[in-house]
């Protein structure tokens, strides 16, 4: 649930100028007529149906793999849909019905059984590779095996063999049946139906099989961890070249299918992908008209963004995106004496919010002060303060106090606070909150740990936050899937905690928020389960279990020759599956 969705931006290489221009279908320095500042946020901007030109990204650093069945990042997800099409997809639309699924592969969402254990689904007839070779319920399902060799390829997420009944698979690699197919709890019982047999009911299991794993692999052109070196195409676009740590370039795949696909367009010739290009300098580059878009989604930088707001007419290609992350601070349930609730809620109380967003770049680049653990975008989300920190954004140090009286700590309490450090803003908001906290009398140690093993051997090792008293832990989450589920489930759920890499460093384990998450995922009905994913959310505040700190946002900025442009709320970027050029 740790998906990536802020790739580091380390200057790994510096890209001349001249030579993008050279790869890009716009005119260096050449101006459009301006679009407006979050023209894009809400609606579609550039409207086309235009077709010819060179799109052209830049990435600062390199994708975790461009093999649809092993990345975990957001951007790769995101531009995997140029070429590889899952059972259901997220639908290409601006706003909030950018978090609806809709069928891709699939003729519709998944039929479920009713005792929740079955989901099957019908291929769409007539969807056919780049070879002009005819998809399968077979490729699918050899797809989904590949999740399980773990051991060859790492990087995607493990819903299937968690949820699936047969988890001790060994992928496909060490499969000696017919075809390589022998995963039991998939059945195709014809080359257009699939049929998923799970362990446990489980509600959520369409945004399972919107995961990028789902994108048919012909098991005779599967060629392992090099598979990402050309994963064969359903989509819009095909792989012509690609030279890790330098350049992707995708051209137009000739059987993709409008008809049966409404959810991406084929306008572009090309699109160029070129890596390891130094962060400021794509920031440049946009700036410049050397470049498109910013594979990374996640916001120009600090230089950048300063020059962008000061500028009108720069200004007017920008859109400042609020995201599904959000930052925040773990509050240790177990660690003394914040294993009292009212300890934890006098944290609550003291701490400052505004020093808090001020650490992550103010209400632009941070993003606006939270008082939920589910952020805004996603199903489940309700509005509440139960902290009040909308009215009271420094702090209520009256109540601090009474809360610390409550816990039998009324001069106060020493603890320690971990932070990612080599991340210069968690840096900052460690230190804003030692400062914040100090005044209601609660001394904060600050222990930096890097960010390679942070959970892995520090604040992930409930042993380890024991021994050395981390009481707080500041961290960022963003959600596999849009609502409560995948957010909060790996945050706050009791079963979930392990002693390494732990993601519930709080160590929350409340039957009441336990209870809730069984209850949703064995329910049928939408509406029930989203009223419990916000049931929860206010449980988990009232536990005082996660200090939100703010929903990020982002300040994107979009070349003005760029078309069919849009911010897609579950990806929290612009849709790169709709893009053209003017």
Same mark, same amino acid.
């Given at each position: 649930?740790?998906? $990536?969705?802020a790739i580091?931006?380390?200057?790994?290489?510096?890209?001349?100028?001249?030579?993008i221009?050279?790869c890009?279908?716009?005119?260096?320095?050449a101006?459009e007529?301006p679009? @407006?500042?979050?023209a894009?946020?809400?609606?579609?901007?550039n409207?086309?149906?235009?077709e010819?030109?060179?799109?052209?990204?830049?990435?600062?650093?390199?994708?975790?793999?461009?093999?649809?069945?092993?990345?975990?990042?957001?951007?790769?997800?995101?531009?995997?849909?140029?070429?590889?099409?899952a059972?259901?997809?997220?639908?290409?639309?601006?706003?909030?019905?950018?978090?609806?699924?809709?069928?891709?592969?699939?003729?519709?969402?998944?039929?479920?059984?009713?005792?929740?254990?079955?989901?099957?689904?019908?291929?769409?007839?007539?969807i056919?590779?780049?070879?002009?070779?005819?998809?399968?319920?077979?490729d699918?399902?050899?797809?989904?095996?590949?999740s399980?060799?773990r051991?060859?390829l790492?990087?995607?997420?493990?819903?299937?063999?968690?949820?699936?009944?047969?988890?001790?698979?060994?992928?496909p690699?060490?499969?000696?049946?017919?075809?390589?197919?022998?995963?039991? $709890?998939?059945?195709?019982?014809?080359?257009?139906?699939?049929?998923?047999?799970?362990?446990?009911p489980?509600? &959520?299991?369409?945004?399972?099989?919107?995961?990028?794993? %789902?994108?048919? =692999?012909?098991a005779?052109?599967?060629?392992?961890? $090099?598979?990402?070196? +050309?994963?064969?195409s359903?989509?819009p #676009?095909?792989?012509?070249?690609?030279?890790?740590?330098k350049?992707?370039?995708?051209?137009?795949?000739?059987h993709?299918?409008?008809?049966?696909?409404?959810?991406r367009?084929?306008?572009?010739d090309? /699109?160029?992908?070129?890596?390891?290009? !130094?962060a400021?300098?794509?920031?440049? !580059?946009? /700036?410049?008209?050397?470049?498109?878009l910013?594979?990374a989604?996640?916001g120009?930088? %600090?230089?950048?963004?300063?020059? /962008?707001?000061?500028?009108?007419?720069?200004?007017?290609?920008?859109? !400042?995106?609020?995201?599904?992350?959000?930052?925040?601070?773990?509050? !240790?349930?177990?660690?003394?004496?914040?294993?009292?609730?009212?300890?934890?809620?006098?944290?609550?109380?003291?701490?400052?919010?505004?020093?808090? *967003?001020?650490?992550?770049?103010?209400? =632009?680049?941070?993003?606006?002060?939270?008082?939920?653990?589910?952020p805004?975008?996603?199903?489940?989300?309700q509005?509440?303060?139960? #902290?009040?920190a909308?009215?009271?954004?420094?702090?209520?140090?009256?109540?601090?106090? *009474?809360?610390?009286?409550?816990?039998?700590?009324?001069g106060?309490?020493?603890?320690?606070?971990?932070?990612?450090i080599?991340?210069?803003?968690?840096?900052?908001?460690?230190?804003?909150?030692?400062?914040?906290?100090?005044?209601?009398g609660?001394?904060? %140690?600050?222990?930096?740990?890097?960010?390679?093993t942070?959970?892995? &051997?520090?604040?992930?090792?409930?042993?380890?936050?024991? *021994?050395?008293?981390?009481?707080?832990?500041?961290?960022g989450?963003?959600?596999?899937?849009?609502? @409560?589920?995948?957010?909060?489930?790996?945050?706050?759920?009791?079963?979930?905690?392990?002693?390494?890499?732990?993601?519930?460093?709080?160590?929350?384990?409340?039957?009441?928020?336990?209870g809730?998450?069984t209850?949703?995922?064995?329910?049928?009905?939408?509406?029930?389960?989203?009223?419990?994913?916000s049931?929860?959310?206010?449980?988990v505040? $009232?536990?005082?279990?996660?200090?939100?700190?703010?929903?990020?946002?982002a300040?994107?900025?979009?070349?003005?020759?760029? %078309?069919n442009?849009?911010? +897609?709320?579950?990806?929290?970027?612009y849709?790169?599956a709709?893009?053209g050029?003017?």
């Amino acid at each position: 649930m740790k998906r $990536s969705s802020a790739i580091p931006l380390t200057a790994a290489g510096v890209t001349v100028l001249l030579a993008i221009a050279a790869c890009t279908g716009s005119k260096p320095g050449a101006r459009e007529a301006p679009g @407006g500042y979050n023209a894009a946020l809400n609606k579609v901007f550039n409207a086309s149906s235009h077709e010819g030109g060179t799109i052209v990204f830049d990435d600062s650093t390199v994708p975790d793999s461009t093999d649809p069945g092993n990345t975990y990042h957001a951007e790769i997800w995101n531009l995997v849909r140029l070429y590889g099409r899952a059972l259901v997809t997220y639908k290409s639309a601006p706003g909030a019905a950018g978090m609806q699924l809709v069928p891709d592969l699939a003729t519709s969402l998944g039929k479920v059984s009713d005792n929740g254990l079955t989901w099957t689904y019908h291929l769409k007839p007539g969807i056919r590779y780049e070879s002009g070779a005819t998809v399968t319920s077979q490729d699918v399902k050899y797809a989904i095996e590949r999740s399980y060799a773990r051991y060859l390829l790492p990087n995607g997420p493990g819903y299937f063999t968690v949820l699936l009944k047969d988890p001790g698979y060994p992928g496909p690699y060490k499969d000696n049946t017919p075809g390589r197919l022998g995963l039991t $709890s998939v059945g195709t019982p014809d080359p257009a139906t699939i049929v998923f047999h799970l362990q446990r009911p489980f509600s &959520d299991f369409d945004y399972v099989a919107a995961l990028p794993q %789902t994108v048919p =692999v012909p098991a005779a052109q599967d060629t392992g961890a $090099s598979y990402q070196l +050309h994963p064969v195409s359903t989509g819009p #676009y095909r792989f012509r070249s690609y030279q890790p740590g330098k350049q992707l370039t995708l051209v137009k795949n000739p059987h993709w299918d409008p008809a049966t696909d409404p959810n991406r367009s084929q306008l572009a010739d090309k /699109i160029v992908v070129n890596l390891n290009v !130094n962060a400021d300098r794509i920031d440049q !580059n946009l /700036i410049h008209n050397f470049a498109d878009l910013d594979l990374a989604g996640t916001g120009v930088g %600090t230089a950048a963004r300063a020059q /962008i707001l000061a500028s009108a007419p720069l200004k007017d290609n920008a859109d !400042n995106a609020l995201t599904n992350l959000v930052w925040f601070t773990y509050i !240790n349930t177990k660690v003394k004496p914040l294993d009292n609730v009212h300890c934890r809620r006098a944290v609550e109380y003291a701490a400052d919010k505004v020093i808090f *967003q001020t650490a992550y770049g103010g209400p =632009v680049a941070g993003g606006n002060i939270a008082s939920t653990v589910l952020p805004p975008n996603l199903t489940g989300y309700q509005k509440f303060d139960l #902290y009040e920190a909308a009215a009271k954004p420094h702090g209520d140090l009256a109540k601090a106090r *009474q809360e610390l009286a409550a816990c039998g700590q009324p001069g106060g309490f020493s603890t320690a606070i971990a932070f990612h450090i080599d991340q210069p803003k968690e840096k900052t908001a460690a230190a804003g909150e030692q400062q914040a906290l100090a005044r209601a009398g609660i001394s904060v %140690t600050l222990q930096g740990y890097p960010s390679a093993t942070f959970f892995s &051997d520090f604040a992930g090792v409930p042993n380890y936050v024991h *021994q050395h008293h981390l009481g707080l832990a500041i961290s960022g989450w963003a959600p596999d899937w849009p609502d @409560g589920f995948g957010f909060l489930y790996y945050l706050t759920a009791g079963p979930v905690i392990s002693p390494a890499d732990n993601s519930n460093v709080s160590e929350l384990n409340d039957p009441a928020v336990n209870g809730m998450f069984t209850t949703a995922l064995a329910t049928t009905s939408a509406a029930a389960r989203t009223r419990i994913w916000s049931q929860i959310d206010r449980q988990v505040m $009232s536990d005082a279990a996660i200090l939100p700190g703010v929903y990020a946002k982002a300040l994107l900025y979009r070349n003005p020759h760029l %078309t069919n442009v849009y911010v +897609h709320t579950y990806y929290s970027m612009y849709d790169y599956a709709s893009l053209g050029l003017k």
